[in-house]
């Protein structure tokens, strides 16, 4: 039982880690969407569809917090059709960008209706089971050797940046200081 269970987790922590490692991507893409549609939020009848939906019902919240990955399937389907005709690139393109686009909508969704949809009895426990399991799954990532061997690599190369390369203000005060030296030298002669 005891070697059963070895290799079970033996076989099994690939997928454990490959779905870290896709968490960690969507974290990822779910912030750039964020900081996206706050900027996009700006603009007047966006920011009045904004209100309409922080104002909808607990099920209508759900439904258009839904909206986009159900939209976003059939242009999914049809990105694989592009593939398996010949289109690969053009299949990977508009997979890349639905996923972009969807990650981008559903967090500003998400923000937007987050207070209602915490009202779902059943919503808040399963976000809060999902929630604890992915951070369980990014903790397991985080404690392998490759994982830490890339934090130090990031760490080394952050230190390297902040201290071996001139900041981008350091490099325009060299420039003006070379540029006054060049313009002192001219005129004296």
Not at 53 to 70: E, H, N, Y
């Amino acid at each position: 039982m005891r070697l059963l269970n070895r290799f079970q987790r033996w076989l099994l922590a690939p997928l454990v880690y490959l779905a870290a490692l896709l968490l960690l991507l969507e974290d990822w893409l779910w912030n750039i969407g964020s900081r996206l549609m706050n900027r996009l939020a700006q603009w007047p009848p966006l920011h009045r569809l904004e209100d309409w939906i922080c104002r909808l019902g607990p099920k209508a919240a759900l439904v258009l917090f839904v909206a986009p990955a159900t939209l976003l399937f059939p242009v999914k389907l049809l990105a694989l059709w592009a593939m398996a005709h010949g289109y690969p690139l053009t299949g990977v393109a508009v997979i890349v960008l639905a996923k972009l686009g969807g990650a981008a909508a559903v967090a500003r969704l998400y923000l937007l209706t987050r207070p209602v949809l915490m009202t779902i009895v059943w919503f808040a426990a399963l976000l809060a089971w999902f929630l604890a399991l992915k951070e369980r799954w990014i903790e397991k990532l985080r404690a392998t050797r490759a994982w830490q061997k890339v934090a130090a690599l990031r760490s080394a190369l952050h230190h390297w940046r902040q201290h071996a390369v001139p900041q981008p203000r350091s490099w325009v005060a060299r420039f003006r200081r070379l540029l006054k030296r060049f313009r002192s030298r001219w005129h004296t002669r």
